[in-house]
């Protein structure tokens, strides 16, 4: 067996450039199956343990106000096992040297002790001391934007009261992996903070005194749920309860998991498609390697060489191959992996650690599904070889049989030369191999289409929203309801061009058996900011007395249509249970909404006119003025200002999408080049006898060249089509996996990125086209004379 | 029948030597080849293996250049042409038959002649030239198709449909056995009648050089005998 695992490494080195290819191919299907197991393991592993350590709570409840003394028969409510009680606040926040609104959430943590439930991670400094009235513990995303460290100071407004904080400590908290402002659509860490505060003294601050709006609670085991939400909800709806949640409801929680699940379908999407087609490109490789050994083969077998060692040794130069991809791809895998999971830490999810680890178990998994993916592809090949009996494969294969093309029965063939003809026959006599080329093709445009779609989605989701949704340069929020007399002042601020009021207050929506926790928004009917777009995208007027639904929480989730009574439990005041006839579908890509007139709403909650907050156009220059005078007011609760938010997204982003758009050309180049480069280097070992052969007959290199490459060109250009409607395909896959409340994608694909996809293939073809032609100057013309095949 | 009076020599050669690098080891295929060849001429190159005329054919027919020495085709000198103009020189020019016919299995017989024509500055018809061998009912076959003996007629067919100077054949024969391979030197043999073209013809087969207007017998890269045969022998007596 020496003898003959020499000639492995020898073959192996004499193909070595279809090696690479291959191995490259198999690489770029194992380093996605790495990247995304390994970034998916460590951020459940991480997000599980930060959890358990950081005692995440199970149930949250948001209240108006409440004795403290109630906490005590809460605590004693079946299922609770601990349960804590906090003040949580709204304000406003000001940074020296930052005149963009900042938005803010105070929580309060015990004064003196952890907090039960809910701890924090100190990233640096100290909790805040027992009976200090000025300290605060920021969220470090908050922190590291602005560049705080313990001992600077900031002010915040709370219920219209200017108080100096003085920051001593900068946390992260499980309940804020994922920051996002209630009502935006992006994270801002700048624009957005999280801060801790003694209770004693927050509660002073927001006369909450012996008092609590907001608690936090974990289930005694076996308890269910959604059984302790009932009970709260029943005790609370007196105290101003809006409707106790669980943890799988937690926005940051429920975002992390949405993430978590795009991360899987990555591992088992992609890494399919690779090995798919690095199986192909090992069964056609192997096939061309075998008949031309077939003479070898049959000598070995004459030598006395069994079907099953000969079998074997074929086996072991796959294994050696996907061990090459295998290796590569899983390093390579790693890297991103780990670029991934620091990508996620700095840009989107905040864990005090992120253990990135590789699981010897995935590596082993990779090596597994590379090597079924490459056996099964080489099995039927390596069966033919073990079937040659010596005396069979001595003698020359018989010649290939061809026939006249349908195109040229068809009677195309008065236009086609000669060379022409050889191509088309060519293509048509093997037309699988030729197919899954172009399949293989087609996969190449296609991940790089999915690759640059996500930019092209995100821009056209931002388009969506902010230029025909939500159009105001300002969104202000009142600390109460208020009367829309309010909305004149607004006006009369130098610099406010338009002011649209708008009242919004939450609501569980119920129809039949389905419901959805939420906010009714009550929006003008001919508002110009703040608009409802149709199904096409177009703004629509929101009739009088109904509600409108977004397309997703109307179908997918509510199961409603227009025409429906929907019932609307109103979670504010008395608490109104309210049938309201469902008159429209409105479409919207973040989020959901509900939609109705703000007369309408004032009149079915039985109120004056009056608003919760207001939309502002600003003339450009004078946001800055507007901000200071908005933020002076004390009944001004918060401001986000939609330029300002985009931006800031984008500069976030821009690292993810570089980064994807890097990972996936680098794997759709892998596959073009190694799909083309295979193709073309077998067809030139099938075709250089009958080449050379034409060389001496007198044509030119650019002439028989036309003959090779255009059987290339003929399968490249075939392949865009296709792989456009892959990418199209592929893409639609993400769409209908990530739709759900917080964000469903658009199905868009740009002319750009149509291009990309295309070019993909087509640089693909030129590099192969390019080695191929060197190798055309070298075919030895004197050596057809003398050989037969 | 004999050949036509010499004119004008359509090949000359001068002192042509050929050293090829086998691996480490320095091969003198040809050492000092003085010849003239002319129209009309049927010329058998004889010799055992090595004996250096495969190498001569070649530098013939544009395919290789000498290591040193000249090479005329009709006053035009061959020797130190560029690959472009060798190119042209075959395809204009010289005729090839191998000895494994190389046609092209994705080609009918009516297409692989053709692919030449199609290319040829001044070709005739390929039906005619199929006709010439003997072919003028199998157009549409594919090469699969055909026996051995006929797809040698093919690549004759296919050599000649350019009208060519010179029809270069190296051991057309070698993969036949003698009843097929004497067909196929009556095809040679009427097309050189008939077109007078100048045929060069290699084999290491004795039996042959008899239908030659003169047998050059090669030998460790030299010409060793230029034998001119008063009488041509034709084909189809031939048996070997």
């Given at each position: 067996?020496?003898?003959?695992?020499?000639?492995?490494?020898?073959?192996?080195?004499?193909?070595?450039?279809?090696?690479?290819?291959?191995?490259?191919?198999?690489?770029?299907g194992v380093a996605t199956l790495v990247m995304s197991l390994s970034t998916y393991d460590s951020l459940v592993d991480t997000?599980?343990?930060?959890?358990?350590?950081?005692?995440?709570?199970?149930?949250?409840?948001?209240?108006?106000?409440?004795?403290?003394?109630?906490?005590?028969?809460?605590?004693?409510?079946?299922?609770?096992?601990?349960?804590?009680?906090?003040?949580?606040?709204?304000?406003?926040?000001?940074?020296?040297?930052?005149?963009?609104?900042?938005?803010?959430?105070?929580?309060?943590?015990?004064?003196?002790?952890?907090?039960?439930?809910?701890?924090?991670?100190?990233?640096?400094?100290?909790?805040?001391?027992?009976?200090?009235?000025?300290?605060?513990v920021l969220s470090d995303t908050f922190a590291d934007a602005h560049g705080f460290e313990p001992g600077d100071r900031l002010?915040?407004?709370?219920?219209?009261?200017?108080?100096?904080?003085?920051?001593?400590?900068?946390?992260?908290?499980?309940?804020?992996?994922?920051?996002?402002?209630?009502?935006?659509?992006?994270?801002?860490?700048?624009?957005?903070?999280?801060?801790?505060?003694?209770?004693?003294?927050?509660?002073?601050?927001?006369?909450?005194?012996?008092?609590?709006?907001?608690?936090?609670?974990?289930?005694?085991?076996?308890?269910?749920?959604?059984?302790?939400?009932?009970?709260?909800?029943?005790?609370?709806?007196?105290?101003?309860?809006?409707?106790?949640?669980?943890?799988?409801?937690?926005?940051?929680?429920?975002?992390?998991?949405?993430?978590?699940?795009?991360?899987?379908?990555?591992?088992?999407?992609?890494?399919?498609?690779?090995?798919?087609?690095?199986?192909?490109?090992?069964?056609?490789?192997?096939?061309?390697?075998?008949?031309?050994?077939?003479?070898?083969?049959?000598?070995?077998?004459?030598?006395?060489?069994?079907?099953?060692?000969?079998?074997?040794?074929?086996?072991?130069?796959?294994?050696?191959?996907?061990?090459?991809?295998?290796?590569?791809?899983?390093?390579?895998?790693?890297?991103?992996?780990?670029?991934?999971?620091?990508?996620?830490?700095?840009?989107?999810?905040?864990?005090?650690?992120?253990?990135?680890?590789?699981?010897?178990?995935?590596?082993?998994?990779?090596?597994?599904?590379?090597?079924?993916?490459?056996?099964?592809?080489?099995?039927?090949?390596?069966?033919?070889?073990?079937?040659?009996?010596?005396?069979?494969?001595?003698?020359?294969?018989?010649?290939?049989?061809?026939?006249?093309?349908?195109?040229?029965?068809?009677?195309?063939?008065?236009?086609?030369?000669?060379?022409?003809?050889?191509?088309?026959?060519?293509?048509?006599?093997?037309?699988?191999?030729?197919?899954?080329?172009?399949?293989?093709?087609?996969?190449?445009?296609?991940?790089?289409?999915?690759?640059?779609?996500?930019?092209?989605?995100?821009?056209?989701?931002?388009?969506?929203?902010?230029?025909?949704?939500?159009?105001?340069?300002?969104?202000?929020?009142?600390?109460?309801?208020?009367?829309?007399?309010?909305?004149?002042?607004?006006?009369?601020?130098?610099?406010?061009?338009?002011?649209?009021?708008?009242?919004?207050?939450?609501?569980?929506?119920?129809?039949?058996?389905?419901?959805?926790?939420?906010?009714?928004?009550?929006?003008?009917?001919?508002?110009?900011?703040?608009?409802?777009?149709?199904?096409?995208?177009?703004?629509?007027?929101?009739?009088?007395?109904?509600?409108?639904?977004?397309?997703?929480?109307?179908?997918?989730?509510?199961?409603?249509?227009?025409?429906?009574?929907?019932?609307?439990?109103?979670?504010?005041?008395?608490?109104?249970?309210?049938?309201?006839?469902?008159?429209?579908?409105?479409?919207?890509?973040?989020?959901?909404?509900?939609?109705?007139?703000?007369?309408?709403?004032?009149?079915?909650?039985?109120?004056?006119?009056?608003?919760?907050?207001?939309?502002?156009?600003?003339?450009?220059?004078?946001?800055?003025?507007?901000?200071?005078?908005?933020?002076?007011?004390?009944?001004?609760?918060?401001?986000?200002?939609?330029?300002?938010?985009?931006?800031?997204?984008?500069?976030?982003?821009?690292?993810?999408?570089?980064?994807?758009?890097?990972?996936?050309?680098?794997?759709?180049?892998?596959?073009?080049?190694?799909?083309?480069?295979?193709?073309?280097?077998?067809?030139?070992?099938?075709?250089?006898?009958?080449?050379?052969?034409?060389?001496?007959?007198?044509?030119?290199?650019?002439?028989?060249?036309?003959?090779?490459?255009?059987?290339?060109?003929?399968?490249?250009?075939?392949?865009?089509?296709?792989?456009?409607?892959?990418?199209?395909?592929?893409?639609?896959?993400?769409?209908?996996?990530?739709?759900?409340?917080?964000?469903?994608?658009?199905?868009?694909?740009?002319?750009?990125?149509?291009?990309?996809?295309?070019?993909?293939?087509?640089?693909?073809?030129?590099?192969?086209?390019?080695?191929?032609?060197?190798?055309?100057?070298?075919?030895?013309?004197?050596?057809?004379?003398?050989?037969?095949? | 029948?004999?050949?036509?009076?010499?004119?004008?020599?359509?090949?000359?050669?001068?002192?042509?030597?050929?050293?090829?690098?086998?691996?480490?080891?320095?091969?003198?295929?040809?050492?000092?080849?003085?010849?003239?060849?002319?129209?009309?001429?049927?010329?058998?190159?004889?010799?055992?293996?090595?004996?250096?005329?495969?190498?001569?054919?070649?530098?013939?027919?544009?395919?290789?250049?000498?290591?040193?020495?000249?090479?005329?085709?009709?006053?035009?000198?061959?020797?130190?042409?560029?690959?472009?103009?060798?190119?042209?020189?075959?395809?204009?020019?010289?005729?090839?038959?191998?000895?494994?016919?190389?046609?092209?299995?994705?080609?009918?017989?009516?297409?692989?002649?053709?692919?030449?024509?199609?290319?040829?500055?001044?070709?005739?018809?390929?039906?005619?030239?199929?006709?010439?061998?003997?072919?003028?009912?199998?157009?549409?076959?594919?090469?699969?198709q055909l026996s051995g003996g006929e797809q040698q007629r093919v690549a004759i067919a296919r050599a000649i449909a350019k009208?060519?100077?010179?029809?270069?054949?190296?051991?057309?024969?070698?993969?036949?056995?003698?009843?097929?391979?004497?067909?196929?030197?009556?095809?040679?043999?009427?097309?050189?009648?008939?077109?007078?073209?100048?045929?060069?013809?290699?084999?290491?087969?004795?039996?042959?050089?008899?239908?030659?207007?003169?047998?050059?017998?090669?030998?460790?890269?030299?010409?060793?005998?230029?034998?001119?045969?008063?009488?041509?022998?034709?084909?189809?007596?031939?048996?070997?």
């Amino acid at each position: 067996m020496r003898a003959l695992n020499i000639k492995l490494w020898r073959d192996l080195w004499h193909m070595r450039g279809q090696v690479l290819a291959i191995a490259a191919v198999i690489m770029g299907g194992v380093a996605t199956l790495v990247m995304s197991l390994s970034t998916y393991d460590s951020l459940v592993d991480t997000r599980d343990r930060f959890y358990r350590e950081y005692r995440f709570a199970e149930v949250f409840a948001q209240l108006k106000r409440a004795p403290e003394s109630l906490a005590e028969r809460l605590r004693a409510l079946p299922g609770v096992e601990r349960l804590e009680t906090r003040v949580v606040a709204g304000v406003k926040l000001e940074v020296e040297g930052f005149s963009d609104p900042i938005t803010g959430l105070l929580l309060s943590v015990p004064d003196g002790d952890e907090p039960t439930l809910n701890a924090l991670h100190l990233k640096r400094g100290r909790m805040v001391q027992p009976g200090s009235e000025d300290e605060v513990v920021l969220s470090d995303t908050f922190a590291d934007a602005h560049g705080f460290e313990p001992g600077d100071r900031l002010a915040a407004i709370i219920q219209g009261k200017r108080k100096v904080l003085t920051v001593v400590g900068v946390a992260v908290s499980p309940e804020y992996v994922y920051q996002i402002a209630p009502g935006a659509i992006f994270p801002d860490f700048k624009r957005y903070g999280v801060l801790w505060m003694g209770r004693h003294a927050l509660a002073a601050a927001y006369d909450m005194n012996g008092a609590f709006n907001n608690l936090a609670l974990t289930l005694s085991p076996g308890a269910r749920a959604q059984e302790v939400i009932d009970r709260l909800d029943a005790v609370l709806a007196a105290y101003g309860g809006t409707g106790a949640y669980a943890r799988k409801d937690q926005f940051s929680n429920r975002f992390l998991g949405e993430e978590l699940n795009q991360l899987r379908t990555t591992a088992t999407v992609f890494p399919a498609i690779f090995l798919g087609v690095a199986a192909f490109l090992l069964n056609v490789v192997l096939g061309r390697l075998i008949s031309l050994q077939r003479e070898q083969i049959a000598i070995l077998k004459a030598f006395g060489y069994t079907h099953p060692a000969i079998g074997w040794h074929y086996v072991k130069l796959v294994l050696l191959i996907t061990l090459l991809g295998v290796t590569a791809g899983t390093a390579l895998g790693a890297w991103f992996g780990q670029g991934l999971a620091q990508v996620y830490q700095e840009t989107t999810f905040r864990f005090p650690y992120l253990d990135y680890r590789l699981n010897p178990a995935i590596v082993l998994f990779a090596l597994f599904v590379g090597a079924a993916a490459a056996i099964s592809g080489t099995l039927f090949a390596v069966f033919r070889a073990t079937r040659l009996t010596p005396a069979q494969g001595m003698l020359p294969e018989t010649p290939a049989i061809y026939r006249a093309t349908a195109l040229e029965r068809l009677g195309f063939s008065r236009w086609m030369g000669a060379p022409s003809r050889m191509i088309l026959r060519h293509i048509e006599r093997r037309p699988v191999k030729s197919l899954l080329t172009v399949v293989g093709l087609a996969f190449a445009c296609a991940l790089m289409m999915v690759g640059n779609y996500q930019k092209d989605a995100i821009d056209f989701m931002v388009d969506i929203q902010f230029r025909q949704a939500a159009r105001e340069d300002l969104a202000l929020t009142f600390i109460d309801p208020t009367s829309g007399r309010a909305l004149h002042e607004l006006e009369a601020l130098p610099g406010v061009t338009h002011v649209e009021g708008f009242r919004d207050v939450p609501a569980i929506l119920r129809f039949q058996n389905h419901q959805y926790r939420s906010a009714v928004y009550g929006i003008q009917p001919e508002g110009v900011l703040h608009r409802s777009l149709n199904r096409k995208l177009e703004p629509v007027e929101v009739p009088p007395g109904g509600i409108v639904l977004t397309d997703h929480l109307a179908s997918r989730i509510l199961h409603v249509r227009p025409g429906d009574m929907l019932t609307v439990e109103v979670l504010e005041g008395d608490r109104k249970v309210l049938e309201v006839p469902v008159l429209g579908i409105t479409r919207q890509f973040l989020g959901v909404s509900a939609y109705m007139q703000q007369d309408s709403l004032n009149a079915l909650l039985r109120e004056g006119p009056v608003v919760s907050g207001a939309y502002l156009a600003i003339e450009p220059g004078f946001e800055h003025e507007v901000y200071a005078r908005l933020h002076e007011r004390p009944r001004v609760l918060g401001m986000v200002a939609n330029a300002s938010a985009v931006k800031s997204f984008y500069a976030t982003i821009g690292e993810f999408v570089l980064f994807y758009t890097m990972v996936s050309t680098l794997l759709a180049g892998a596959i073009g080049f190694g799909v083309v480069y295979n193709s073309a280097t077998i067809a030139l070992s099938e075709r250089s006898r009958e080449l050379a052969s034409l060389r001496v007959l007198g044509f030119t290199r650019g002439e028989i060249a036309y003959i090779l490459l255009g059987e290339l060109a003929v399968l490249t250009l075939a392949a865009i089509p296709v792989g456009m409607l892959l990418g199209v395909g592929l893409v639609g896959i993400l769409v209908l996996a990530f739709t759900n409340d917080l964000y469903r994608l658009p199905l868009l694909l740009t002319p750009s990125n149509y291009a990309l996809g295309a070019s993909v293939v087509i640089v693909s073809a030129l590099l192969s086209g390019w080695i191929l032609w060197h190798k055309l100057g070298r075919l030895d013309l004197v050596a057809v004379l003398k050989t037969r095949e | 029948m004999n050949a036509p009076p010499p004119t004008e020599p359509v090949f000359i050669a001068r002192g042509l030597t050929k050293t090829y690098r086998m691996g480490e080891v320095e091969v003198q295929a040809l050492r000092g080849i003085d010849l003239e060849l002319f129209r009309g001429e049927l010329v058998v190159l004889l010799g055992p293996s090595g004996s250096g005329k495969s190498t001569l054919l070649n530098i013939l027919g544009g395919l290789d250049t000498p290591s040193s020495g000249e090479v005329f085709y009709l006053g035009q000198r061959l020797s130190g042409a560029s690959e472009a103009e060798l190119t042209r020189f075959r395809r204009e020019h010289v005729g090839f038959v191998f000895q494994f016919y190389n046609l092209i299995p994705s080609l009918t017989v009516r297409e692989n002649v053709a692919a030449v024509t199609e290319i040829a500055p001044s070709p005739m018809p390929p039906e005619e030239a199929l006709k010439l061998v003997g072919l003028g009912e199998r157009l549409d076959h594919f090469p699969a198709q055909l026996s051995g003996g006929e797809q040698q007629r093919v690549a004759i067919a296919r050599a000649i449909a350019k009208n060519p100077s010179v029809l270069l054949c190296d051991e057309p024969t070698g993969a036949l056995d003698s009843a097929t391979g004497v067909v196929v030197l009556e095809a040679l043999e009427k097309v050189n009648r008939e077109l007078g073209t100048l045929t060069v013809l290699i084999t290491h087969n004795a039996g042959i050089a008899a239908m030659a207007d003169r047998v050059i017998r090669l030998s460790d890269g030299r010409i060793a005998e230029v034998r001119a045969n008063p009488l041509r022998k034709p084909a189809r007596e031939l048996s070997w």
